[in-house]
Each structure stands twice: as structure tokens, then as C-alpha cells.
């Protein structure tokens, strides 16, 4: 059955997601980036800029610009930690596993390929946020399906 | 009713923070993008109160934005 109880703050705004908010990993432009991919939310404002190097089917750079909320920015460092260097078909696995999370699936959320991203599994519990996590992932998804 | 931002914490943020304390705001735009943009802010939270409202309900309204500044230090 279903927790209906008021799920606590404290899944939520872990120490590891406001320490990934304040000093956001991969941050800026990439050089020689090969992929560009601009992705916001407009219900809500939250915004990034996903920039890809990949070279024979593999992330070798990757980096975003961006601006929202901590989970939404949280998630996007973290997401760019877990991608640098894993081939883009490794990647849209991951983010298959992040969505499942996402659903509130264990298993999802147990799996140590998802690394720091794992402490948003508490995003599943608080619905209206959990658009905010998938912003990043929505947007290497969009550019995983760009040529080069 | 009145809008708001809190340095260095999104809106959405204060307004889940909020709710979690069972303070209900609304946060976003307002359908007001131009007017975000001139002042300059991502979005504000906006509480809204009326005849029905205490002053408990504000004093709740108070401590759950210290609780967000607490979280977000």
C-alpha cells in the first residue's frame, strides 16, 4: 500500500544535494563540445544549458549552465558525475534507472551505478518535484538523439 | 496577499519547505515572466491571506521561512 504519511524535509534537502547546489560540479561552457542542448521547465523557470563532447559513441566532456531550484541544479551536477566517460547508450540506461527512482522503484534507488544521485530518491515522494529532478536527464535524452 | 524572495533559496524550495510545515503558498511566475525578469529573480512565493487567517497562521507562515534559512544556511 501506498505511505501516505507527510513524507519528512529532511529526504528531501539531504546535505549531499545542497552541497552538489552550491558548488555544482562541471559548471560553465564546454570546449569542443559536439552536442548543445537547451531544455526549461516553463511552469517553472528552471533552466539548463547540457553540453556534450562525445567522440565514437562516448561522453568524453560534458557540462551545463544553469539555473532553478537546488533539486533541479543538484540533479544536473550530479547527473553530469555519473555520464563523463560512459558510452550514450551506458547513459540512457542510467537515466532509465533515474526514472524508475523517480517512480519510486527500490531497486532504482539501490542502484550504485546512480552514485550521489541516489540521495534524490526522495524527490519520488514530494510529486510536484520531481520534474525538477528530471530537467538534466530530460535534457541528455534530447541530445543523445542529435547527430555527431 | 504579497510576494517574496529569500536570498539564496529558489522559491520552490521555500514553497515545499512551507507546505511540509502546513503553510500552503503558491510559488512561480504569477503569469508575470516580463515582470520577473525587470526585477530580476527566477520566480518569488506569494502568500495570500484573508479573513479566515490568524495571527497563528502567520506566526506558522514565519517560522517555516526560518526553518527554510535554517535548511538552506
Partial sequence: ?148 | VFSFAMKGIHPHDVATILDAEGVAVRAGHHCTQPLMRRLAVPATTRASCFVYNTREDLDRLVEGLEKAREIFG
Avoid at chain 1, 18 to 38: D, I, S
Avoid at chain 1, 74 to 80: F, H, L, V
Avoid at chain 1, 107 to 120: I, M, N, P, T
Avoid at chain 1, 123 to 141: I, N
Wanted: charged share 25%; hydrophobic share 40%.
Fill in chain 1, 1 to 148: 500500500m501506498m505511505d501516505r504519511s507527510t513524507p519528512a524535509l529532511g529526504d528531501l534537502f539531504q546535505d549531499i544535494i545542497l552541497e552538489h547546489y552550491r558548488r555544482p560540479r562541471n559548471q560553465g561552457m564546454l570546449a569542443g563540445a559536439t552536442r548543445h542542448v537547451h531544455m526549461n521547465n516553463p511552469t517553472c523557470g528552471d533552466e539548463v544549458h547540457l553540453y556534450l563532447r562525445v567522440e565514437e559513441g562516448v561522453v568524453r566532456g560534458i557540462s551545463f549552465e544553469g539555473e532553478g531550484c537546488s533539486i533541479s541544479q543538484a540533479s544536473i551536477s550530479m547527473m553530469t558525475q555519473i555520464l563523463k566517460d560512459q558510452p550514450v547508450a551506458e547513459g540512457l540506461r542510467l537515466a532509465e534507472r533515474f526514472k524508475a527512482m523517480m517512480h519510486g522503484d527500490p531497486a532504482a534507488a539501490a542502484d550504485r551505478d546512480l552514485r550521489d544521485a541516489r540521495a534524490l530518491a526522495g524527490v519520488s515522494r514530494f510529486p510536484t518535484r520531481v520534474k525538477c529532478a528530471l530537467l538534466g536527464w530530460d535534457a541528455f535524452e534530447k541530445a543523445s538523439d542529435c547527430p555527431g
